[in-house]
């Protein structure tokens, strides 16, 4: 009997462990793909930034430069990009390294 408890309590924890947050990040992939609309920034897969022009059913054309845009799968899309998030958080890591050197400087 204690063999069988055993192997569940290792089954349950091989679901939390891989199971569980595998899903959570198929789930939280498909909803920023959802979430995408003409004029947002992305970053593919493959490391190429740009701009939504269009969408067309399981494709987006993007521009990567001024007037070349390229149709790429909406499954390469890496993510979102988003300028005010990148602006606070760089504004956090300043504020940070400005309080680390007034308590390190003399």
Request: no cysteine; proline share 3%; hydrophobic share 40%.
């Amino acid at each position: 009997m204690p063999g069988y408890v055993f192997i569940l309590v290792l089954l349950v924890l091989m679901w939390f462990m891989l199971i569980r947050p595998q899903r959570r990040r198929q789930l939280d992939t498909q909803r920023m793909i959802n979430s995408l609309e003409v004029g947002k920034e992305i970053v593919t897969a493959g490391g190429l930034y740009g701009t939504v022009t269009a969408l067309e059913g399981d494709e987006v054309r993007l521009e990567i430069a001024d007037g070349i845009e390229v149709r790429i799968a909406k499954r390469a899309v890496a993510g979102v990009v988003s300028d005010e998030e990148d602006s606070d958080e760089l504004e956090e890591a300043d504020d940070q390294e400005d309080e680390t050197t007034a308590t390190l400087s003399p």
